[in-house]
């Protein structure tokens, strides 16, 4: 079975400060990760996905198969960066649908 | 390109009544996925559709059911709506191929009293 767990649902920091968005995942098998986003009265987009190995606006995201997590990762938050944030896993084949995990609301103070 | 698209925005309905929504997927995506988007269970997905063939379900009851058509367009249809229905319904289209981007509409906001 697919499951996406992110812990914690809400993260503040002030304008600066380093973001760590927390991502575990189960899956047997080779799982593409992915981390969606969702700005206030915006559609849900995608920010970045493992198998391409981006940094989107600054965030990164490493996949640690010993883990099975996906943590993602900013130096310096921005203001711009509040949101809401999803990680999602897809499986191949028959498994290709989108599992997400709850999201986690990022607030960046100023 | 045009984004995905779904109509109506915004839907209320009595419980017992069903309901169509509608999704128009980016031009030239073959697959659309349909998800529900509720505060308390997040982003479920309940099926996937490609060149017109279900190919991927989520764990929900039969009233929920969908189709694709040639043009992958796609409709999702609730039978006997309850209470707990109410959510923001989200399509995403995607090219249909392995590990591919999907790409999601606005959603459709559906109110069940």
């Known amino acids: 079975a697919q499951r996406v767990t992110q812990p914690e649902k809400l993260l503040s920091v002030f304008k600066g400060a380093p973001v760590e968005l927390k991502c575990n995942y189960s899956?047997?098998?080779?799982?593409?990760l992915f981390w969606y986003v969702q700005y206030s009265r915006q559609r849900l987009q995608l920010l970045l996905r493992?198998?391409s190995r981006e940094s989107i606006k600054g965030f990164t995201a490493d996949l640690n198969k010993g883990e099975t997590s996906f943590h993602l990762k900013k130096p310096f938050a921005q203001e711009e960066d509040s949101a809401m944030y999803y990680c999602?896993?897809?499986?191949?084949?028959?498994?290709?649908?989108?599992?997400f995990g709850k999201g986690i609301t990022l607030s960046v103070r100023p | 390109k045009a984004g995905v698209t779904q109509t109506p925005r915004y839907l209320i309905k009595t419980r017992g009544q069903q309901v169509t929504l509608s999704c128009s997927p980016i031009?030239?995506?073959?697959?659309v996925s349909w998800y529900q988007q509720t505060p308390g269970q997040g982003l479920q997905f309940l099926f996937e559709?490609?060149?017109?063939?279900?190919?991927n379900k989520g764990n929900f009851p039969g009233r929920f059911s969908g189709r694709q058509f040639s043009n992958s367009r796609s409709e999702m249809n609730v039978s006997t709506l309850e209470l707990g229905d109410s959510a923001l319904y989200l399509c995403?289209?995607?090219?249909?191929?392995?590990?591919?981007?999907?790409?999601f509409g606005p959603g459709t906001r559906l109110t069940v009293l």
């Open positions: 999602a896993l897809s499986g191949s084949g028959a498994n290709s649908k989108l599992t």
């Open positions: 899956y047997s098998g080779s799982p593409e």
């Open positions: 493992h198998i």
């Open positions: 031009s030239g995506h073959r697959s």
């Open positions: 559709y490609f060149s017109e063939t279900q190919r």
């Open positions: 995403a289209s995607a090219t249909g191929g392995e590990y591919n981007e999907q790409f």
